[in-house]
């Protein structure tokens, strides 16, 4: 189309003008005019025939790699791009080609046997989980990719942890087998062991490390080969008869092939009668029963099959993405669509919003249900706020394509959206969103520090900035100190808090700096408390006064009247491990009434009195019952049973919570509360009882397991502070010689030592 040419030619043109060496600009240019458009927006692609897939791995796992690969082969892109020099079309952000990383998810669209396939690449790195959760939100199936060195890692059992929470169906491909000490076996070992999920081998590598040149196809009974001379774009397939008789495979391979060809169709028998009956008869399922009974088995993810290959040698790729038609879910599968209410009219989900050069924010929406028009006006959740959808787009990573309109089942961009948010759904009447569906799980942040703008003139910008990058990322969580004044921006590790304040100054133009990153604490208790508010001007044993009860409250705890000794409770708000409970029922209260209350908790959690940090991990319970009477319910307060008149509107009861709760907390033996991450240490066998002995003795930490890993390695999983981990890289480098490494993501927030927290304290109030 005209507008992608236009796109493409300005790129180009960017590109030839800014570029620094010749090199570097006729790459520019090269990848700026290769790419090519999706589909015409006006072909519809039918339901059965489209496919949204995430690709979800541990980091360095070979997810852009493997992308790179499929952009080729289906005819979306003439030339490979390279992580290594930076010239990749889904890491398009400079963030990630300096540092080879994927930061932030990317959408590409693109035609593959005869449908159509929307892709989305998604980080590695923990501190970028945000964006795999909000992916996983509106795709219908995924692909995990494990390391054949390494196998299953931390990060890969995070993903696949959200991939369960989102019920989505997964292949999964043992990539870089190609690699020294690669094993194929031990990959596939780890699935069950670390994942707790059956894994069915449908390949197996021909040749291994440097010898590798193919797969074979134990569904098919074929191998697969890859020519090198086009960068794999031919592949040859022959029989097992032919690749015998060729001398294509060695006697020790055939001997593989005929084992692992016996074991796919064994474990197919016994979750499939027709394959049951044609093994028991000593015949051979045909190739038609035995794709029906995977895809059957993986839509009802009962087992994962599992592909092999090496994406950076060309290995692999094509018959993975044969897989995803094959075997993942098409949104009718997935009944995204049909599974909704049927009186909605239109209902769509915004997983990610993005702003451009001029700070206008871009949405992308899966629809659901219904259809989206450019022009068209929406509702949208939370607040109900009306929208107009000014233009629609394909968007294929920095590339768009102008839309008219998107059916249900797809995925596509809105310009014009000024309220909505990630995790707001979109319908045409404000009634529906009652029904909406809910919002993401947004982690924890772990780390803050502050940001300060450089005068009173460049203040306006910053807060600009910071309300465009936290609207981006629902993890990054942007306050303000009452009594410093200072702005503070917390996220998930020190490398997101870097790329979020280098966006700030690079692409919002904010003029700021910042201070150290810091691990970011809570307060919580250790006791209980009860504190009383007499609600009447005149005293008195048995005038009516308000009732606040504070105690602890595990890190994974359910919210229940039990865990509050009461009856007729109402779950009002629940925040975390947090939970606010009002007593009596709201409606006895009156919702004026009833908000005031659970906001003034807020409010009064809020700030805690060690270091004026958040209060979390407690149970509050507010005793209401004194103000039941006069409460008109409408938004204002009744002056009837000896209520004091200054209870006459909300803001002095919110006030009034608010203290009553701070009491509450000071009475209640205050205390810290440290970020604890699940740790994952690989080493060589022989400095395992090193590492043993640092996490226990040194860095407060309780090892879960120690598990072999292969090739003389293992590797420790264990549960340490987070402060305790700063500077820890070095360390392990250090005490094993230079072999071992370590990932990390969150797990819980739980006390610490009485020397470590006047330590943290310390820390804390001296910035």
Same mark, same amino acid.
């Given at each position: 189309?005209?507008?992608?040419?236009?796109?493409?030619?300005r790129?180009a043109?960017?590109?030839?003008?800014?570029?620094?060496?010749g090199?570097t600009?006729c790459?520019a240019?090269?990848?700026?005019?290769?790419r090519?458009s999706?589909?015409?927006?006006s072909?519809?692609?039918p339901?059965?025939?489209?496919?949204?897939?995430g690709?979800?791995?541990?980091?360095?796992?070979?997810?852009t790699?493997?992308?790179?690969?499929?952009?080729?082969?289906s005819?979306?892109?003439?030339?490979?791009?390279d992580?290594?020099?930076g010239?990749?079309?889904?890491?398009?952000l400079?963030d990630?080609?300096?540092?080879g990383?994927?930061?932030?998810?990317?959408?590409?669209?693109?035609?593959?046997?005869?449908?159509?396939?929307?892709?989305?690449?998604?980080?590695?790195?923990?501190?970028?989980?945000?964006?795999?959760?909000?992916?996983?939100?509106?795709?219908?199936?995924?692909?995990?990719?494990?390391?054949?060195?390494?196998?299953?890692?931390?990060?890969?059992?995070?993903?696949?942890?959200?991939?369960?929470?989102?019920?989505?169906?997964?292949?999964?491909?043992?990539?870089k087998?190609?690699?020294?000490?690669?094993?194929?076996h031990?990959a596939?070992?780890?699935?069950?062991?670390?994942?707790?999920?059956?894994?069915?081998?449908?390949?197996?590598?021909?040749?291994?490390?440097?010898?590798?040149?193919?797969v074979?196809?134990?569904?098919?009974?074929?191998?697969?080969h890859?020519?090198?001379?086009d960068?794999?774009?031919?592949?040859?397939?022959?029989?097992?008869?032919?690749?015998?008789?060729?001398?294509?495979?060695?006697?020790?391979?055939?001997?593989?092939?005929?084992?692992?060809?016996?074991s796919?169709?064994?474990?197919?028998a016994?979750?499939n009668d027709?394959?049951?009956?044609?093994?028991?008869?000593?015949?051979?399922?045909?190739?038609?029963?035995?794709?029906?009974?995977?895809?059957?088995?993986?839509?009802?993810r009962?087992?994962?099959?599992?592909?092999?290959?090496?994406a950076?040698?060309?290995?692999g790729?094509?018959?993975?993405?044969?897989?995803?038609?094959?075997?993942?879910?098409s949104?009718q599968?997935?009944?995204?669509?049909?599974?909704?209410?049927?009186?909605?009219?239109?209902?769509?989900?915004?997983?990610?919003?993005?702003?451009?050069a001029?700070?206008?924010?871009?949405?992308f929406v899966?629809?659901?249900?219904?259809?989206l028009?450019?022009?068209?006006?929406?509702?949208? @959740?939370p $607040?109900?706020?009306?929208?107009?959808l000014?233009?629609? *787009? =394909?968007?294929? &990573? #920095?590339?768009? /394509?102008? !839309?008219?309109?998107?059916?249900?089942?797809?995925?596509?961009?809105?310009f014009?959206?000024?309220?909505?948010?990630?995790?707001?759904?979109?319908?045409?009447?404000?009634?529906?969103?009652?029904?909406?569906?809910?919002g993401?799980?947004v982690p924890?942040?772990?780390?803050v520090?502050?940001?300060?703008?450089e005068?009173?003139?460049?203040?306006?910008?910053?807060?600009?900035?910071?309300?465009?990058?936290?609207?981006?990322?629902?993890?990054?969580?942007v306050?303000?100190?009452?009594?410093?004044?200072?702005?503070?921006?917390?996220g998930?590790?020190?490398?997101?808090?870097?790329?979020?304040?280098?966006?700030l100054?690079?692409?919002?133009?904010?003029k700021? @700096?910042? $201070?150290?990153?810091?691990?970011?604490?809570?307060?919580? *208790? =250790?006791?209980s &408390? #009860?504190?009383? /508010?007499? !609600?009447?001007?005149?005293?008195?044993?048995?005038?009516?006064?308000?009732?606040?009860?504070?105690?602890?409250?595990?890190?994974?705890?359910?919210s229940?009247?039990?865990?509050?000794?009461?009856?007729?409770?109402?779950?009002?708000?629940l925040?975390?491990?947090?939970?606010?409970?009002?007593?009596?029922?709201?409606?006895?209260?009156?919702?004026?009434m009833?908000?005031?209350?659970?906001?003034g908790?807020?409010?009064?959690?809020?700030?805690?009195?060690?270091?004026?940090?958040?209060?979390?991990?407690?149970?509050?319970s507010?005793?209401?019952?004194?103000?039941r009477?006069?409460?008109?319910?409408?938004?204002?307060?009744?002056?009837?049973?000896?209520?004091?008149?200054?209870?006459?509107?909300?803001?002095?009861?919110?006030?009034? *919570?608010?203290?009553?709760?701070q009491?509450?907390?000071?009475a209640?033996?205050?205390?810290?509360?440290?970020?604890?991450?699940?740790?994952?240490?690989?080493?060589?066998?022989?400095?395992?009882?090193t590492?043993?002995?640092d996490?226990?003795?040194?860095?407060?930490?309780?090892?879960?397991?120690?598990?072999?890993?292969?090739?003389?390695?293992?590797?420790?999983?264990a549960?340490v502070?987070?402060?305790?981990?700063?500077?820890?890289?070095?360390d392990?480098?250090?005490?094993?010689?230079g072999?071992?490494?370590?990932?990390?993501?969150?797990?819980?927030?739980?006390?610490?030592?009485?020397?470590?927290?006047?330590a943290?304290?310390?820390?804390?109030?001296?910035?």
């Amino acid at each position: 189309p005209p507008c992608a040419r236009a796109a493409s030619t300005r790129a180009a043109r960017s590109a030839l003008e800014t570029s620094a060496s010749g090199a570097t600009r006729c790459n520019a240019l090269l990848r700026a005019g290769v790419r090519r458009s999706a589909s015409s927006s006006s072909t519809t692609t039918p339901l059965a025939d489209l496919r949204n897939i995430g690709i979800l791995a541990h980091i360095d796992a070979g997810k852009t790699t493997t992308t790179e690969r499929m952009l080729l082969y289906s005819g979306f892109t003439r030339v490979m791009g390279d992580v290594d020099s930076g010239s990749t079309v889904t890491d398009f952000l400079q963030d990630e080609r300096e540092r080879g990383i994927t930061i932030q998810s990317a959408c590409v669209r693109f035609p593959w046997a005869n449908g159509v396939i929307n892709l989305v690449d998604t980080p590695g790195h923990v501190d970028f989980t945000i964006e795999v959760e909000r992916a996983l939100s509106v795709l219908d199936g995924a692909v995990v990719i494990l390391d054949g060195v390494k196998g299953v890692e931390a990060q890969t059992e995070t993903v696949w942890r959200q991939a369960d929470r989102y019920q989505i169906p997964r292949i999964v491909m043992v990539n870089k087998l190609d690699r020294e000490g690669a094993d194929f076996h031990y990959a596939v070992s780890t699935i069950p062991s670390r994942l707790g999920v059956k894994a069915i081998p449908i390949q197996l590598p021909l040749g291994q490390s440097d010898t590798l040149n193919g797969v074979f196809d134990l569904v098919r009974m074929e191998t697969i080969h890859f020519d090198k001379s086009d960068e794999g774009k031919t592949v040859t397939r022959l029989s097992l008869d032919d690749a015998i008789s060729e001398g294509k495979l060695t006697q020790s391979e055939q001997h593989e092939i005929r084992r692992a060809r016996e074991s796919l169709v064994e474990f197919l028998a016994d979750l499939n009668d027709d394959i049951a009956e044609r093994f028991l008869e000593g015949k051979d399922p045909d190739v038609s029963s035995l794709l029906a009974a995977l895809r059957r088995g993986v839509l009802a993810r009962e087992f994962v099959p599992v592909l092999c290959g090496a994406a950076a040698r060309n290995v692999g790729v094509q018959p993975l993405m044969d897989a995803i038609v094959d075997f993942l879910p098409s949104p009718q599968d997935a009944q995204q669509v049909a599974g909704n209410p049927s009186d909605i009219n239109l209902e769509a989900f915004v997983f990610k919003v993005t702003h451009d050069a001029q700070k206008k924010p871009m949405s992308f929406v899966r629809i659901y249900k219904g259809e989206l028009r450019r022009g068209q006006t929406v509702f949208s @959740s939370p $607040g109900g706020n009306k929208e107009r959808l000014l233009r629609l *787009v =394909r968007v294929n &990573a #920095d590339d768009i /394509e102008e !839309l008219e309109s998107v059916s249900a089942g797809d995925i596509a961009g809105v310009f014009g959206l000024k309220e909505s948010k990630t995790g707001s759904t979109l319908v045409s009447k404000k009634a529906d969103l009652e029904k909406a569906r809910e919002g993401l799980v947004v982690p924890s942040p772990v780390f803050v520090c502050s940001i300060e703008a450089e005068n009173a003139a460049a203040e306006p910008g910053l807060l600009e900035a910071l309300r465009c990058v936290q609207r981006e990322d629902p993890s990054l969580v942007v306050t303000v100190d009452d009594e410093t004044g200072q702005t503070l921006l917390a996220g998930m590790g020190e490398l997101h808090i870097d790329v979020a304040y280098r966006r700030l100054v690079r692409d919002f133009g904010a003029k700021c @700096s910042r $201070g150290r990153v810091l691990v970011n604490y809570r307060e919580s *208790v =250790r006791g209980s &408390a #009860d504190v009383m /508010e007499p !609600l009447c001007e005149t005293g008195g044993d048995d005038a009516p006064a308000l009732h606040v009860r504070i105690s602890p409250r595990g890190p994974h705890a359910e919210s229940t009247a039990e865990e509050h000794d009461v009856q007729h409770v109402d779950t009002v708000k629940l925040r975390g491990p947090t939970s606010i409970l009002v007593m009596p029922h709201k409606k006895s209260l009156g919702s004026a009434m009833a908000s005031a209350l659970v906001r003034g908790t807020e409010i009064g959690l809020g700030r805690g009195p060690l270091s004026a940090l958040p209060v979390s991990n407690v149970a509050v319970s507010l005793d209401s019952s004194a103000l039941r009477h006069g409460s008109s319910g409408r938004g204002t307060f009744g002056e009837g049973a000896g209520v004091a008149p200054a209870l006459s509107d909300p803001d002095t009861l919110q006030r009034l *919570v608010a203290e009553s709760v701070q009491r509450a907390v000071r009475a209640a033996d205050p205390c810290l509360l440290e970020p604890v991450m699940d740790v994952e240490v690989t080493v060589h066998t022989e400095h395992v009882g090193t590492v043993l002995s640092d996490i226990t003795s040194r860095r407060r930490g309780t090892v879960v397991s120690v598990e072999e890993a292969g090739s003389a390695r293992s590797v420790v999983l264990a549960r340490v502070p987070l402060a305790a981990l700063i500077g820890y890289a070095t360390d392990l480098r250090s005490a094993t010689r230079g072999g071992g490494s370590f990932q990390m993501a969150f797990c819980r927030y739980d006390t610490m030592p009485a020397a470590e927290e006047q330590a943290a304290l310390a820390d804390i109030r001296g910035f």
